[in-house]
């Protein structure tokens, strides 16, 4: 699949990124439970040098709960504390105030040793459409960022304020100008965090199919109503959905188009299921 996108505001954004890091305390990093490693960025990796950083799986209600339990142990295991939350109910943010003590213990220790007391400027990153002003408007109690179901929404960086001295950094997204791998490219379209005009529909549906009958064979048949999905190919699949949902053209033509669309929007709609699009390594 060729994929080829890099908005002119990612470039932006990168700089805006590194400015706004010589003022803040902490970055949250936010991820995509579903897809914890591909929806990390590469580049806030280099961009956030030695900055205090917190890692957050979002939209963990749409993604596998043992695949996240799982996740949280591999980062662990490599001294990264994580925690997993669903920012439009708030499951699971009662633990950022303890994980954000722990990242910023240093600097308190250090204020109180110098008589300040400062409000703590968090900065929240992550690439598009993974929920980073969802989660500022859950945790401020208010919808202060404007947030939407595709990539792009916030256009440049905003700072919403709390009382209780916490001071939050709304980003763009910042997804990498290349993607690491096919596989990864593919599971972010899987998603929506890449615009669905820039692919082949069918093929990317194609794609999901052949991972939904390896990974989760009986969700898929369950949804929709197929007796086989083992041994058949991704695109065979996608016909036997349209063959049962009648999306036909005509006399025995099938309407893909249709029907790779509606497997991804149910997908994305969480009606297949609570689906994980990768899992750790060893797993
Ligand atoms: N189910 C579920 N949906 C979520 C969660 N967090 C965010 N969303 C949805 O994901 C979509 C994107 O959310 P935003 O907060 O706009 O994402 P963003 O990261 O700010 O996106 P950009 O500003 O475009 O980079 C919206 O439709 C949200 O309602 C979550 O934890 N669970
Ligand atoms: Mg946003």
């Known amino acids: 699949m060729n994929l080829q996108w890099f908005p002119g505001h990612m470039a932006k954004t990168r700089k805006l990124m590194a400015q706004s890091l010589k003022i803040v305390d902490v970055v949250a990093e936010l991820v995509d439970a579903r897809l914890p490693l591909s929806s990390r960025n590469p580049e806030i990796d280099k961009i956030v040098g030695n900055k205090p950083r917190v890692l957050i799986l979002n939209k963990a209600d749409m993604a596998d709960e043992k695949a996240t339990k799982a996740w949280i142990e591999y980062f662990k295991k ?35 040793n110098r008589g300040i007391n400062r409000s703590v400027k968090m900065m929240v990153c992550g690439i598009p459409n993974v929920g980073k002003s969802s989660i500022i408007n859950k945790i401020a109690g208010r919808a202060g960022a404007k947030t939407g179901d595709r990539p792009g929404v916030t256009k440049s960086q905003q700072w919403i304020r709390l009382k209780d001295g916490i001071e939050m950094l709304d980003m763009p997204g910042v997804l990498w100008p290349k993607f690491d791998s096919e596989q990864v490219a593919l599971r972010l379209a899987f998603t929506g965090a890449i615009k669905d005009e820039i692919m082949d529909v069918e093929e990317l549906a194609c794609y999901l199919l052949d991972y939904l009958k390896t990974e989760y064979p009986m969700a898929l048949m369950e949804r929709y109503k197929l007796e086989i999905v083992e041994d058949k190919m991704g695109y065979e699949i996608l016909e036997d959905i349209c063959k049962k949902r009648g999306f036909l053209l005509g006399k ?22 609570r689906i994980t699009l990768e899992m750790p390594k060893g797993e």
Request: glycine content about 12%; hydrophobic content about 40%; aromatic content about 8%.
């Open 78 to 112: 490599q001294g990264i504390k994580s925690i997993a939350v669903n920012s439009i109910s708030g499951k699971g943010l009662e633990k950022i105030g303890a994980l954000l003590d722990e990242a910023l213990a240093e600097k308190r220790e250090r204020d109180i």
């Open 252 to 273: 025995g033509e099938f309407d893909y188009f249709r029907g790779a669309n509606i497997l991804l929007n149910e997908f994305r709609d969480c009606k297949i299921g």
